[in-house]
């Protein structure tokens, strides 16, 4: 079994910083990606970022600039670095895993977190 626990959200006001952590935990040989994403009020889930295994990163154009991934391997754990927040951050962020490898049940192409809230206000 795979969990991922995020951790590090909050209320925070525009221009304020926050970082967010996840862990991944259980029978896991490899990740390839980790990601977050995240889920306004009334919207769609959105990607934010997203790293590879090898440290290759993706970013939404609304954060580049703004936000930094990054991810420990050894520990199975993704972190997202936020400065220069704004109201349009507020959300539900979640953790995501791509392509698993576990020791148990094999591949498993992707796991969610439950989601850390971040709210952002003017």
């Known amino acids: 079994q795979v969990q991922l626990v995020e951790s590090g959200g909050g209320l925070v006001q525009a221009g304020g910083a926050l970082t967010l952590s996840c862990a991944a935990s259980?029978?896991?040989?490899?990740?390839?990606?980790m990601g977050w994403y995240r889920q306004a009020p009334g919207k769609q889930r959105e990607l934010v970022a997203s790293i590879t295994s090898g440290g290759s990163t993706n970013y939404a154009a609304s954060v580049k600039g703004r936000f930094i991934i990054s991810r420990d391997n050894a520990k199975k754990a993704v972190f997202l670095q936020m400065s220069s927040l704004k109201p349009d951050d507020t959300g539900a962020y979640y953790c995501?895993?791509?392509?698993?490898?576990?020791?148990?049940?094999?591949?498993?192409?992707?796991?969610w977190g439950q989601g850390t809230l971040v709210t952002v206000s003017s």
């Open positions: 259980g029978s896991i040989f490899s990740i390839n990606a």
């Open positions: 995501n895993a791509e392509a698993i490898i576990t020791t148990t049940r094999g591949f498993l192409p992707e796991d």
